[in-house]
């Protein structure tokens, strides 16, 4: 059954919907194994692979062939990303941990797509800075420092392409984003994302229910 992460629907309804999802492979399974036992409790921050297949959908119907990945942890989700791409694709991945992303370079290679990747370990809003000015972003994807979203997000909307999407994890924050009563910085700054999204009419944005809430925003 795939590995589901949604605190956001009821129980019955994610054992329903995880039945009728396709499974993860043996190379994503063995990823997720590997990340949770070389990282321990912080094996939590990997996508669900339920989400991690949405995406790479999505990567493909998008027909996307240069995309960027703002965290990568131990790279479950940009095998996803990267497969969606097709072989001539390029992943460019923005971390800070040789560690965790030594992990995924492992299973890259397993997986055969190592060599669509780019990882650059520096902080992201440098590597973004430092990209070519030729360089059009046909996907990003959003998965780090929760208090920087917003940065993230404004560094990263001009280099997209119209019609481009960037992809936002952790958007429901555990559902953390309808308490009044938390004002957890992490919290403030995903409540203060979404606000920022939804009113901004360079985008159409949806905010679905995946994993701890999986934003799409698609630039007009």
């Not at 309804?13 to 990340?35: C, F």
């Not at 939590?44 to 119907?61: A, F």
């Not at 909307?157 to 992809?167: C, D, E």
Request: aromatic share 6%; glycine share 8%; charged share 25%.
């Amino acid at each position: 059954m795939p590995d589901f992460r949604s605190d956001s629907v009821l129980p019955e309804i994610a054992a329903y919907a995880a039945a009728h999802t396709t499974e993860p492979d043996d190379v994503q399974r063995a990823l997720m194994a590997a990340t949770e036992a070389r990282t321990g409790e912080f094996s939590r921050m990997q996508i669900g692979g339920d989400q991690g297949l949405l995406m790479e959908i999505i990567t493909r119907s998008a027909g996307a062939g240069t995309a960027i990945e703002i965290g990568t942890f131990t790279g479950y989700s940009a095998m996803s990303i990267a497969r969606g791409l097709g072989p001539e694709g390029r992943l460019i991945c923005c971390d800070i941990s040789e560690e965790w992303t030594a992990i995924g370079r492992e299973y890259w290679q397993i997986a055969g797509v190592a060599d669509r990747i780019d990882l650059r370990i520096a902080p992201a809003l440098e590597t973004i800075a430092s990209l070519d000015d030729d360089i059009v972003i046909d996907l990003a994807f959003i998965d780090a420092d929760k208090t920087n979203y917003a940065n993230y997000y404004e560094a990263l909307l001009p280099r997209l392409r119209v019609g481009g999407l960037i992809l936002v994890d952790n958007t429901l924050w555990s559902g953390s984003v309808i308490d009044p009563d938390d004002h957890d910085d992490d919290t403030v700054a995903i409540r203060a994302f979404n606000d920022l999204v939804a009113a901004d009419e360079r985008v159409r944005v949806v905010l679905l229910t995946v994993g701890d809430g999986l934003t799409v925003i698609e630039k007009r």
